[in-house]
């Protein structure tokens, strides 16, 4: 990380990223931000974190990028600076370089005060950044939905509600606003839309994926985005009559692994392929991932054809 030290001001900086406030998916947030910009744009992090505990965390994430390319070790770290102070104050926004960033993500900080006024804290941050950069994307999380207007007005592009998934969509509204809702939309436990696993009838079987697509957007109304092919899976009569040695090591995976599908991982590894080639033939094992549309009516046929042996 030595080459970065000519660059480590980010009052020189320009089409960065910046984190305004702290909780504990911040690092998530960092790391995402930093993929997406193919490790070449810098971070800052304006928060109200003491600056000893942040060296810290900063040493951390920098060696978790160092270690997430490939394996020659030659993985490139932006600078990742913390400006310690409140992002509602001129002076560390000056200090971030946040008049020239490309983007901003305010979380429902922590740091700065009592959980319950995380959401006007955000709402003087994003005022404060939006008077030094009119351009920036900002990205604002709040915790409670009849904030969200409150967020806009102050000049946030996209809003996003707190929950498990939200680096992720935050990251992906700094990139187009818009992407995060449509993220949320895929993903969404709640959404109609959720993307979601269907069995491919037999009767497609040794057909292509073009044929399989067709099938599911004409007769089901369905988006088909990619395919996931299971492992042939083990019985439990299959595991009980392994062995007693290796019975016992299953069983301590099992306490140790609860939820995971061990069964499955013990004949292979399951493969999941996104907008696979056209041509490619499915088989008995794979499954379509699907977006719904809500149009499917239950009475689909599969047109007549070969199948596989």
């Known amino acids: 990380m030595e080459q970065w030290k000519a660059g480590a001001d980010p009052q020189q900086w320009s089409e960065h990223f910046l984190v305004c406030g702290w909780h504990k998916n911040v690092p998530s ?3 995402q931000l930093v993929a997406m910009s193919s490790h070449q744009v810098p971070v800052a992090l304006i928060n109200d974190l003491p600056a ?3 060296v810290g965390l ?9 270690h997430s390319g490939d394996s020659s070790g030659s993985t490139v770290v932006p600078p990742l600076v913390h400006i310690a102070g409140s992002p509602a104050d001129d002076r560390k926004l000056a200090a971030a370089g946040a008049a020239r960033a490309r983007a901003a993500i305010i979380v429902a900080d922590e740091a700065g005060g009592p959980l319950s006024g995380a959401d006007d804290r955000a709402f003087r941050y994003t005022i404060a950044l939006r008077e030094v950069n009119s351009e ?14 409150y967020l806009r007005n102050a000049g946030a592009n996209e809003i996003e509600i707190r929950d498990t998934r939200l680096p992720f969509y935050l990251v992906a509204a700094t990139r187009s606003p818009g992407l995060g809702t449509a993220a949320r939309q895929l993903f969404g436990s709640g959404s109609p839309q959720a993307v ?10 040794g057909r292509t ?3 399989t697509r067709q099938y599911f957007r004409r007769e ?6 990619g395919i996931i092919s299971d492992p042939e899976q083990l019985s439990v009569d299959q595991v009980l009559s392994s062995g007693s040695d290796w019975v016992r090591g299953f069983i301590d995976r099992m306490l140790a692994e609860s939820g995971q599908d061990v069964l499955a991982e013990a004949r292979g590894t399951r ?30 046929s599969v047109p007549a054809g070969p199948t596989a042996s």
């Open 29 to 31: 947030i960092v790391r």
């Open 52 to 54: 000893e505990t942040m």
């Open 58 to 66: 900063l040493d951390q994430l920098r060696q978790e990028l160092a």
């Open 136 to 149: 920036a994307t900002i990205v604002a999380e709040v915790q409670k939905p009849d904030r969200v207007q």
């Open 196 to 205: 979601r696993k269907a069995p491919v009838p037999s009767a497609l079987w």
């Open 209 to 211: 994926l073009a044929e």
């Open 220 to 225: 089901r109304g369905e988006l088909v985005l």
């Open 271 to 300: 493969q999941v392929r996104i907008n696979p080639p056209d041509n490619y033939a499915i088989g008995p094992r794979d499954s379509a991932i699907v977006v719904p549309t809500g149009k499917y009516g239950g009475s689909a």
